[in-house]
């Protein structure tokens, strides 16, 4: 079993910053793709940043240019910068994780959560 647990929301005025964690634990033997969704009350969820095992990223063109995605693949976790924050920004963040098991099966794992609030 494995477990994404979220990290670093909160309440931030217009133009702040903040930055998201999300530690993946449990039977890991690799872990591939990760990634950053949004969800804001009444909206689908919605694809922020990817980062592939190799450090390569991609991001939403809403994003780009603010947020920077990251991980320490020694502490299975990946990080989201946000910088310049809008208020449209304000949704739940969830983290992503795609992956392998020691046991030859894979995964696909999701984060419970954290809420992020841009307002002045």
């Known amino acids: 079993q494995v477990q994404l647990v979220e990290s670093g929301g909160g309440l931030v005025q217009p133009g702040g910053s903040l930055r998201l964690s999300c530690a993946v634990s449990?039977?890991?033997?690799?872990?591939?793709?990760m990634a950053w969704y949004r969800q804001a009350p009444g909206k689908q969820r919605e694809l922020v940043a990817t980062?592939?095992?190799?450090?390569?990223?991609n991001y939403a063109d809403s994003v780009k240019g603010r947020f920077t995605i990251a991980r320490d693949n020694a502490k299975n976790t990946v990080y989201l910068q946000m910088n310049s924050l809008k208020p449209e920004d304000t949704a739940a963040y969830y983290c992503?994780?795609?992956?392998?098991?020691?046991?030859?099966?894979?995964?696909?794992?999701w984060g419970q959560g954290t809420q992020v609030t841009v307002s002045s």
């Open positions: 992503n994780a795609l992956g392998s098991t020691p046991f030859g099966g894979t995964f696909g794992s």
């Open positions: 449990g039977s890991i033997f690799r872990l591939n793709n």
């Open positions: 980062i592939t095992s190799g450090g390569n990223t």
